[in-house]
């Protein structure tokens, strides 16, 4: 078995790798680097319709020609998503065609993905299929059919899965991105049962999400999370002021919270922004949107002038979730901020970040920034009413515990991420370079 790790070894996110058995190879995920998007976008002052060439000319995408280069992409089989979010998927609008194989997922990620090509007015010829939560498929290949479980896990967004590709020569479980929530707002918890299952027939390696590797914790469930907001939101005594809140797009339960202590303070929601759109959208579509008679979902430029114009008369009657957790350039929140949209904050109206800043130098700068111009018209931050969605030290031991896997090759970060994951490998009887491999990108590992 050869293992190439693509992208997502030197940094969080642009997460692809591939896996060679016999004579197919298999995909896991294609994600973009967010942050060089972000700092493009701030260079041009507007979203475009980027090309691959310009992307792949400013590291947004993996880069997937180390599979021209050892004559693998006509081998590849399948491309499997983890997730619906864009360091996962978020690449396969551009990189796609280049193969001639099938892109899975789960109903929520494959609708995402639909939703992104849509907005972009893209299109890709390959068939996308739907794989229920904790369902199997059969993958034919030149060197026999592969099964490939869709497990259910936890975190922050929608129908996440571990996936198991089964191969003659043992198991690959692609675990990148996820957490031990057993109480979660929405959606099914974790599938320990099949996890176990799989461990009984044999793991060969284990692709895992180091993120948080050097954090020693368990990470908190999502219900933490609604607590925190609950306590915010309930207890905000400005009556008269602006309420607007803020968070990851793709975070469904997170928007559930929101809403559901929303409505407790009989005020109307509005969801503001395009990326909130999409995923809200796309929840619907698969009926998995139980807050979506509650709100207004406002994206276009009209409708979002015309209700910030109401708003700044009614200020008492309405709470606004929109786009900018980060500071992203032209989000709902930044244009805010500058003084750009028909609605101007005054002293004590209230902005909520239900997130924490992603710890790229580009979001950081960008944050701060913002909060620095809200802070200047007395607005009210509330920050990091958050959890994260990445597992901790002590859940990725619990996990290794209970599969048992041959071999270890930690995933989603830099070396400073990484490297805790291999010492906690060492911790537990793995050794580096044998069973336990600090991989970088466009590496190949043979097992």
Known sequence: MEIYTIGGFDEVGKNMTAVKTGDDVFIFDAGVYLPAIVELQEEETQEGNYSEKRLRSIGALPDDLILDKFGLRNKVRAIFLGHAHLDHIGAIPYMAYRYNAPVLGTPFTTQVLKKIMEDENMSIPNPIKTINPNSSCSIKGKSGNYTVDFINITHSTLQTSMIALHTPEGIVLYANDFKMDNTPILGLPPNYDLLKKISKEGVKVLIVDSLY?????????????????????????????????????????????????????????????????????????????????????????????????????????????????????????????????????????????????????VNVANKEQMDKRLKKYGVRIFDNIHVSGHAGREDLRDLITMIHPENIIPAHGSIMHLTPMMELGKEMGYKAGKNCHLMQNGQKLKL
């Open 213 to 361: 590797s050097g954090i020693e914790r368990k990470t908190p469930s999502e219900k933490i999370a609604r607590a925190l907001l609950e306590e915010v939101l309930l207890t905000i005594k400005n009556e008269e002021s602006a309420i607007f809140v803020t968070t990851f797009s793709s975070h469904i339960a997170r928007l559930k919270s929101i809403v559901d202590f929303s409505k407790k303070l009989d005020r109307k929601i509005y969801f503001m922004g395009r990326s909130l759109k999409k995923y809200v959208s796309a929840s619907i579509d698969i009926g998995m949107c139980p807050f979506k008679k509650d709100i207004e979902l406002v994206s276009y430029k009209k409708q979002v002038d015309s209700v910030l114009k109401k708003i700044q008369k009614e200020r008492e009657n309405s709470l606004i979730v929109c786009t900018g957790h980060q500071g992203e350039p032209g989000s709902i929140m930044d244009r805010l901020s500058r003084n750009k949209l028909p609605f101007e904050f005054r002293s004590g109206d209230n902005v909520v970040f239900s997130s924490r800043t992603i710890p790229a130098a």
